[in-house]
């Protein structure tokens, strides 16, 4: 494991066979040690160097001590005040000077989402040997905070697997959400129940990995969980109606009388700060875990320095070259025969004739064909000669699709991988030189040069080197390669 980019990057064994057992192993060192009975030797060839461009004081506050528990020499980095971001420098650059400046390790905090798989895709592929470890990319995720709330719950609970766990608060704009419920969906017997308002519900990409999961804006709600996790509303990200802000401050506040339609060994966690979620008669109740789950950070920080400076040569695949997309010949055969083919099916030239010339994009999805058409102009992949969009064209299999005709124009088989991408179904009709060609084009799993992330806070949008890649997630579904926002074709364009 060379980076800690977000929680979708790992697998169920890497996470709970692996990751939680290598934390937990740090627990009593890091303990010892912050005793002061005992001495560890200084390594001073290893470097960590702490990139925060948000507040924080338990994240970076415990990676600063881990780094201290190693040995290790640390560089604490904090705003972009501190920077020459300040300058208006590309934040790939300020990241390149911080790894030539000797971190094994950089831990990032921004505020722009996909930063840090950016940085880290980046910094591998030109040979520097460094680990990125997020400690929070905007509303997106925040794996390291993840990993020690499942060590907490190991601690506290003495499992990892068969409980009900209950989020309440801001579920809409809170990562250490995102992340945990992430890393839960890939086990099999959790159950989730989700309170919050309306204004700050958990995002549908998330909610899809708990489909049956309890969902309301009722405290009682939570009375049958074995663990309750708070999340602070996020005011520095609440982008709607002001009223709807003061209404969801304090709605979600535990107090004496709520904990007593808790159960009475309830685990309640909270990746802090918080502001109003806990009323201060309850702050010292013995089931709020926050100051020991808080501890936690630092044994898992420990771990997480130590398998990064490890690592830090491993080939990931960030680095990796994207494949292309390939082609597959439905038909092929003379242009004279392909119509009397079709007139001999009894197919009418209804909507548009054959061209002579050409290709004929068809079978695209309604509402996405002049979006095909403009990208293709815009990229200058099709001459000047005659185009026609034809909208609404009845289709047996589709029901109302596009049709889009290219007279004398030929599309390259990249950008008919782009394309395809969008839309699985979609065929070309290719006639050149009295020959007809079907093509279907497989589509690999990550395309890139096509549209924007519509994300403004994604990193795509806010570093000039970065430019949108996208995840085909099949049926015609995409996701950032960077923010992990899931996206339709229609609005990558």
């Known amino acids: ?81 501190a920077t020459s971001l300040a300058k208006k420098e590309s934040l790939a650059n300020t990241c390149r000077m911080i790894a030539d400046q000797g971190a094994h390790v950089l831990v990032m905090r921004t505020k722009i989402e996909g930063a840090q798989r950016f940085i880290a895709e980046m910094l591998e592929k030109e040979g520097r040997p460094i680990s990125i470890q997020n400690g929070g990319d905007g509303t997106n995720q925040h794996p390291t905070q993840t ?63 708990f489909p049956h999961a309890q969902e309301g804006d009722d405290l009682k709600l939570l009375a049958g969980c074995d663990i309750i996790y708070g999340s ?111 007139n001999g099916g009894g197919k009418q030239h209804e909507f548009f004739r054959p061209i002579n010339s050409g290709t004929v994009v068809d079978h695209i999805p309604r509402g996405l064909g002049l979006a095909i058409r403009e990208y293709l102009v815009r990229q200058k992949l099709i001459g000047d000669k005659a185009r026609h969009l034809i909208e609404d064209v009845p289709s047996k299999r589709h029901g109302l699709k596009d049709v889009l005709v290219l007279s004398g124009s030929f599309i390259s088989a990249e950008a008919m991988g782009v394309i395809s991408s969008l839309a699985p179904q979609i065929t070309f009709n290719c006639v050149w030189d009295h020959k007809f060609q079907k093509i279907k084009m497989k589509t690999p799993i990550i395309i890139h040069g096509i549209g924007r992330c519509p994300n403004p806070n994604c990193i795509t949008n806010n570093d000039p ?29």
């Open 1 to 81: 494991m060379r980076h800690v980019i977000s929680i979708r990057d790992f697998t169920q064994e890497e996470i709970f066979g692996e990751i939680i057992p290598g934390c937990r192993s740090q627990i009593a060192i890091a303990r010892e040690r912050q005793s002061g009975s005992e001495s560890w030797p200084l390594l001073m060839g290893q470097k960590a160097t702490l990139l925060f461009l948000e507040p924080s004081i338990r994240t970076r506050g415990s990676y600063a001590e881990a780094t201290d528990l190693l040995g290790w020499r640390c560089t604490e980095i904090v705003g972009a005040e």
């Open 147 to 209: 990993f020690l709330d499942l060590l907490t719950i190991s601690e506290k609970l003495g499992r990892l697997n068969d409980f009900k766990i209950g989020f309440f608060g801001d579920l809409k704009y809170g990562r250490t959400v995102h992340s945990l419920i992430c890393a839960l969906a890939l086990r099999q017997d959790i159950s989730l129940t989700l309170v919050s308002n309306p204004e700050t519900t958990l995002p549908k990409h998330y909610k899809k990995l």
């Open 232 to 342: 602070r509303l996020q005011e520095e990200r609440f982008i709607g109606d002001p009223m709807a802000l003061e209404r969801a401050k304090n709605k979600f506040k535990l107090d004496a009388a709520t904990l007593e339609q808790f159960k009475s060994e309830v685990l309640i966690m909270h990746p802090m700060p918080y502001v109003n979620e806990f009323a201060p008669e309850i702050r010292h109740d013995s089931r709020l875990a926050i100051d020991e789950q808080a501890w936690f950070g630092i044994p898992t920080r420990m771990y997480l320095l130590k398998t990064g400076f490890e690592n830090r040569w491993e080939k990931t695949a960030l680095s990796a070259e994207i494949q292309s997309s390939s082609i597959k010949v439905l038909k092929d055969i003379p242009f004279g025969e392909y119509l009397k083919e079709r």
């Open 465 to 493: 080197e970065a430019s949108a890649k996208f995840v085909n997630q099949g049926n015609g579904q995409l996701g950032c390669w960077y923010c992990e926002k899931d996206l339709s074709p229609t609005e990558i364009f």
